[in-house]
């Protein structure tokens, strides 16, 4: 199942991606409520649920609607940092330090992004940087969960593109500055649950910019497994159904080259994840 959000005449709708059609799911003969939390949080019986809905309820041709993130209101958004073995490599080759365990950051709410919306290029910064990603969309709530165990609490996965601001990433030790300018977490194009993605941990990742393509890893190259980053993060609190966990990138991020080749308005940037479409933005100047 692909669940998606996208921009109807009252605001954001829940939808259902059926090939080339998304379905209201707020509409129909078995309307469910515009929340897609509960939707997650109530697991098989939500699926279900989203299915009988779909059967009669009002559906667009997929192309002509504007999509936004997935989970537009998470409680959290979360990234993990140095996390695959090629981008490890690419930042110690730069006389970056190599933690000894998990570095989580939080990434604000607010940097949220469609799939296909414009990311603003900071008016405080010359020094933009894609990271092209697999995230983790949480179905239930976790609070010390054993790695063996972690797979049940996966709702889904989806696209993210973990656009960091270097300079200001450098200006605290946490990096949630740097990582979290407004428009800088676009995600998507949709949730696919994770009955859909039997080998999430073998996943090719593929970004470009303008058409040059930067990055190609796999998500074979990740040093942690998924359960095992639930396992840390539960240890110290709870996770709750919609939080977002961008799980990291594989070299060929912009500040890799010599020299460093970061984002400027007018370019676009392309992720792909094997299995779960892609996303695209344009650079366009912050708005004033």
């Given amino acids: 199942m692909k669940l998606a959000s996208f921009h109807g005449a009252s605001g954001l709708r829940m939808g259902l991606v059926d090939g080339e059609e998304i379905v209201d799911l707020a509409t129909g003969d ?5 929340d897609i939390l509960s939707l997650i949080g109530a697991g098989e019986d939500g699926r279900q649920a989203a299915c009988r809905a779909a059967r009669s309820a009002q559906r667009f041709y997929l192309p002509s609607v504007r999509l936004g993130p997935p989970i537009p209101a998470p409680r959290k958004f979360l990234g993990l940092g140095l996390s695959f073995r090629s981008h490890i490599e690419e930042t110690r080759a730069k006389g970056g330090a190599i933690p000894a365990h998990q570095i989580w950051f939080n990434k604000q709410v607010t940097a949220l992004n469609g799939p296909y919306d414009p990311v603003h290029a900071p008016r405080v910064s010359q020094q933009l940087d894609y990271e092209g990603e697999l995230a983790i969309v949480i179905g239930r709530r976790a609070r010390h969960v054993q ?4 797979a049940s609490f996966i709702a889904g996965y989806m696209i993210c593109n973990d656009f960091s601001v270097r300079d200001w990433m450098r200006r605290s030790p946490t990096a949630m500055l740097g990582k979290s300018f407004d428009t800088h977490g676009p995600v998507g194009p949709w949730l696919t649950t994770a009955d859909e993605v039997p080998n999430p941990e073998q996943l090719g990742i593929r970004t470009w910019v303008d058409g040059e393509l930067r990055q190609d890893g796999n998500t074979s190259e990740l040093i942690y497994s998924f359960g095992q980053m639930i396992e840390e993060l539960t240890q110290v609190f709870t996770l709750e159904p919609g939080d977002i966990l961008a799980t990291g990138t594989p070299a ?4 890799g080259f010599d020299p460093p080749r970061f984002l400027s308005a007018g370019q676009t940037v392309r992720v792909e994840v094997e299995g779960l479409g892609h996303i695209e933005n344009r650079i366009i100047a912050e708005p004033r």
């Fill in 252 to 255: 060929g991020v912009g500040f």
């Fill in 30 to 34: 078995h309307p469910l409520p515009n």
């Fill in 147 to 150: 790695s063996g165990d972690a």
